[in-house]
């Protein structure tokens, strides 16, 4: 296993992400909620960047005791990060696929020593 640098912590500031170059491949790393999450760049649908789309909160249907649909809305407790080639999403806590929750992105330890962030590949 090999520490690979990611960032100063000065410089990796909230809601931030870095993707580094690793010998396995490329790693998409994020900074979300004061936690640092490491996956894969490599979309499971087909290879794309996974790590390198748009960052949103997990869309919730509005669905009303009669079973009609009143629209949507956020919720900002959960974030999903969307491969931008096709659209697949991911949990940013589990890299957990929304549309098919057996597919995972390859994840990967991220350690802080003192103000510097690595990745562990």
Known sequence: MTELFVAKLGDFKEGDRRIVRSPKGEIGVFHHGGAFYAYANNCVHSGGPACEGITIPK??????????????????????FVCPWHGYEYDLKTGTCIGDPRL??????????????????
Do not use: W
């Not at 390859?106 to 590949?121: C, E, G, K, L, S």
């Open 59 to 80: 869309v919730v249907d509005i669905i009303a005791e009669d079973k009609t649909y009143h629209g949507q809305t956020f919720d900002e407790s959960e974030m999903h």
């Open 104 to 121: 995972k992105l390859r994840r990967y330890d991220v350690v802080q020593r003192d103000d510097t962030v690595y990745v562990i590949a």
